[in-house]
């Protein structure tokens, strides 16, 4: 094992690495942070973007806006990105004894919990607006609500900002409340349940409507996309390899530091830019327009599962900057190395 020195610090041939990786890792969290601060008011409060003030200033091929747009909000808007560069910096220099394992740590708790805050949410909004349109198609929505709060509802902005992003906050609180279990079993159950569910009132009482299924794909979607970020961490995805399993524990961390920066952070970088890229994307253009399923009696959160893909890139990021130090720390042979289960491969 790597001895430290009497202050704590690594010796000094693995000094610069350490320094280099925890720098990369913070920098690349903040980014993430930055591009989400940008595009939320780029897309939510009408700013008009850092691609915007490239244009203007003629950088990187950008093409020129076509119509006038706030200068102070496109710079303050890089600002943001200036800000997440320059800060982990300056604290990774004054913070030069933490271990390459407590970063990654702290870093994982940040995905645990954004994970767990997203299992909360979905059950609370799943549950909610299964039960509106429950009432909605079954014509008694008004004689329970009021005609007016009815007429509302039935409109997917309103459902949307009134009744979903309120339940989502409280999913954000209850999960910084219970820390036990990121619920991934809890929710599986509940999958199973809601088709069990389906099959009784499709055959027993001849009963069916669209917000069932919905409400099966909303919860089975989110069990898919957030349970990937924790199962990076348990290093339990299907390995394809011919090699890797005979490598040194050393080997292993360089080629998994390799894989973070190589394929898996590119991966996160690119459905996110894709997926935000204009009110028109993927991501972006759902959750704008608070779009919903053809079905019109369904659920109303079309929207909320193409915002899962945003979840699911930021969750994967968080971690693989996570697993990238955790790696790094193998590669140098740091003390304290997780035991983790092995993978399968095939």
């Not at 004689?143 to 709060?149: R, T, W």
């Not at 009784?200 to 979607?221: H, K, M, N, P, T």
């Not at 915002?307 to 042979?333: H, K, N």
Request: net charge neutral; with cysteine; hydrophobic share 55%.
């Amino acid at each position: 094992m790597t001895e430290l020195s009497a202050a704590g610090t690594p010796p000094n041939n693995h000094a610069a690495i350490i320094v280099a990786a925890r720098m990369f890792g913070w920098v690349m969290l903040a980014l993430t942070g930055a591009f989400i601060v940008s595009n939320f008011f780029t897309f939510w409060q009408g700013w008009p973007g850092v691609p915007t003030l490239f244009g203007d200033l003629g950088l990187f091929g950008v093409s020129a806006p076509k119509k006038n747009y706030s200068a102070t909000q496109a710079w303050l808007q890089l600002l943001v990105y200036g800000v997440a560069v320059v800060l982990p910096i300056i604290w990774t220099k004054m913070s030069p004894a933490r271990s390459l394992r407590s970063d990654a740590e702290a870093i994982m708790a940040i995905a645990v919990y954004l994970i767990r805050a997203s299992f909360w949410a979905i059950l609370f909004i799943g549950l909610a607006d299964m039960v509106i349109s429950f009432l909605r198609v079954e014509g008694v929505l008004a004689a329970a609500v009021g005609q007016d709060l009815a007429q509302e509802l039935g409109r997917s902005r309103f459902r949307g900002a009134v009744v979903h992003m309120p339940l989502f906050a409280a999913g954000a609180i209850v999960a910084a409340i219970m820390r036990s279990s990121l619920g991934f079993h809890w929710l599986a159950m509940l999958v199973v349940i809601a088709e069990l569910f389906i099959v009784i009132s499709r055959f027993v009482f001849s009963y069916e409507q669209a917000f069932q299924g919905d409400l099966v794909r909303f919860w089975y979607a989110g069990l898919f996309l957030f349970a990937s970020a924790h199962t990076l961490f348990e290093d339990g995805h299907v390995r394809v390899d011919v090699l890797y399993a005979q490598f040194s524990s050393k080997t292993k961390g360089l080629v998994n530091a390799i894989g973070c920066v190589t394929l898996g952070l590119p991966m996160c970088w690119l459905i996110l830019i894709i997926g935000f890229l204009g009110t028109s994307s993927i991501i972006s253009g759902p959750l704008v327009n608070y779009e919903i399923s053809q079905s019109g009696f369904g659920m109303y959160v079309k929207y909320l599962m193409a915002a899962f893909l945003g979840i699911f890139a930021i969750t994967m990021m968080v971690q693989f900057i996570s697993y990238f130090l955790e790696s790094i720390a193998d590669w140098l042979d740091q003390p304290g190395a997780r035991i983790r289960s092995e993978a399968s491969a095939h």
